[in-house]
């Protein structure tokens, strides 16, 4: 029975129609037991660009960080990313990630049980599979292009006496890495209780650094399980034996390749929700940043084939990790997998004897189910 | 019949005991197409550090730059990657790549049809997938490291006002990038027509020089289908339709991984060779480096267990690319798919009815059946 802010974010393509369905089980969640959720609705991307000329402007920045979370859709639009857009959409990303220090990112992948045979991959490979990834989000090669650059950390393409180069830098310090690693062994602890520390320490000097912290954090934590693992294995034994790994842990890009990957064990982008947090404290837990990890998928928007499941896992995240509200969370949780159990769903999971509604309907189930 | 000089370097853990298989296959070639073939072994990885204190000698490196082609079969031991070698046995292979400008490495994916089942992947997925990684190999986050540094490129641990930290850079010039992506489109052309460049240019000042150069070039080659891909969708898109794809090139780092975890579409590692190609012209060719693209394996070093088929299978590149004998290349091939149409397989790739033998074993078979 409390009184929530939530700052909500459509953003471009298929954002603003999976984020509808997200609030639609939201608002029934506050009918069910009695919260009062207050929605401020913002411009970002390239909606934002059209409008005020920046993918996120400082006001709705501001209005985030007043909030108790952000439900976050997805920008983007049609781009050559050739260097030729004067604002990228994806600008908004960076600022609410790097301005609200949302350093850790947690991509959760746990397959339904009845969507186990809508992966390419074999059922009975992806049977128990439960891991969470634990993504750094604000360092790494990411953000060397903010304005004004920061010093020692080039990300430019330049003209010299041979032609053109282009230059990005990749820096962590050791405050960085500790942090994230601390999120993943507590995480680990409400968990299986085995970290696995992704890096390619044979080739980056990061890498090294980060294994150095990796092996201290872990030596503080005697009840997980540790492993160090290079990022080329990891893509592999993701697909070989999902069901090896617990929590993995690792820098911003590397992060950012293998939830993509891992996607595809939950059958389907369109399930996968994600939550981003840092140090800043609400009245009732952590500000976070809730977006599903899928894009804004220009190509199929406004034709009710989105899955808006993986938004509105997001806001069950939110729940969870922002209002402090667990039994609300798990309630969504539970009536994601019954509406799937019955069958529904979305083009994006079209197999054999599925019954395929669309985004709304999607929605509306899943609502209604609660 | 002719005759050719082939430096061996069969390295660590697994790679003496399937680099002798090679070599036995090679040599049924010599006596079925009358060919010489002589080779020179020399020490590489742990192996040159313990005798010799580096992982590839100058003298190596010089017979290496003299020969037809170079076999490799594996570097590395049990290391902890944590900054504590004085050498690390991957030198051996970044020494090879940069100083003899193997800028081109190749990594064909092909499953073979008795194989489908093998995958973790399912059979219908893979059916018909056959796909090419031109990965850079002499640029990017890699080489940051090399004595004396590269000036502007830093790759190190160094102590700040605030702790420790650490620093890799990623630098492409245009000339790098442009010729990677024209053996790419070359490639394309005697196979399906097809180029998909893969990077990260929401991201990263690299792939927006990178993105542009790909799309001057392509713009020379209107016979060949081109698309770009973010490394991050790329990820993905390999497991939902690995059919899509034909020539997929990519800068270093996201090769790496792209093609470890392409090697899952096989069955296993063991079975994926490569080529390492540069401009360097030999009597009958151009030198050449060809390697398994799994690792050094020292779980299962000297077991019998590891399956010879890539480093056979590199073997059969050297042929094709360095020696120019198309025949005999094919003539390998043909000898791996038959043997593994008769059923015959290494431990990696157990499974029910499967005929399983060691690695001599499999040698020998394949041996025999040219
Ligand atoms: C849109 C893009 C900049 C973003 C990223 O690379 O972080 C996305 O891929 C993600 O994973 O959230
Ligand atoms: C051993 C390692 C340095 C190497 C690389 O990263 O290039 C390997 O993973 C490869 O793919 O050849």
Known sequence: MGNYTITVLPGD???????????????????????TFTYHRRLV????IEAEGVAISDESLEICQQSDAILFGAVGGISNYDGSDKVKPEEALFKLRKGLQFF???????????LLSA???????????DLLVVRELTGGLY????????????????????????IDTLIYTETEIERILRVAFDS????????????????????????????????EYPDVTFENLLVDACAMHLLRKPTSFDVIVTENLFGD???????????????????????????????????????????????????PIAAILSAAM??????????????????????IEAGYRTEDLREAGARIINTQQMGQKIAATL
Chains 1, 2 share one sequence.
């Open 45 to 48: 991307g390239v909606a934002a």
């Open 13 to 35: 393509g298929i954002g603003p129609e999976v984020t509808e369905q997200a609030i639609l089980v939201l608002n029934a969640i506050a009918r069910r037991y009695q919260h």
């Open 318 to 339: 939110l729940l969870q990790y922002s209002l402090g509200l667990k039994d609300e969370a798990a309630a969504i949780e539970d009536a994601v997998t019954k509406t």
């Open 257 to 307: 390749i293998l939830t993509d990957e891992a996607s595809m064990l939950a059958g389907s982008m369109g399930m996968l929700p994600s939550a981003s947090l840092g140090t800043h404290k609400t009245a009732h837990g952590r500000l976070g940043l809730y977006e599903p990890i899928h894009g804004s998928a220009p190509d199929i928007a406004g034709q009710g084939k989105a899955n």
């Open 143 to 166: 953000y060397g292009h903010l304005e004004p650059p920061v010093p020692g950390k080039p990300s430019e393409i330049r003209q010299t006496e041979h032609g053109r180069e282009a």
């Open 188 to 219: 680990a602890r409400d968990r299986k209780q085995k970290v696995t520390s992704v890096d390619k320490a044979n080739v980056l000097s990061s890498s090294v650094l980060w294994r150095q912290v990796a092996n201290r954090v872990a030596s």
């Open 119 to 129: 992966s390419t991959l074999k059922p009975e490979v992806l049977q128990g599979t």
């Open 104 to 114: 850790a990112n947690l991509r959760p992948v746990k397959p339904l049980k009845n």
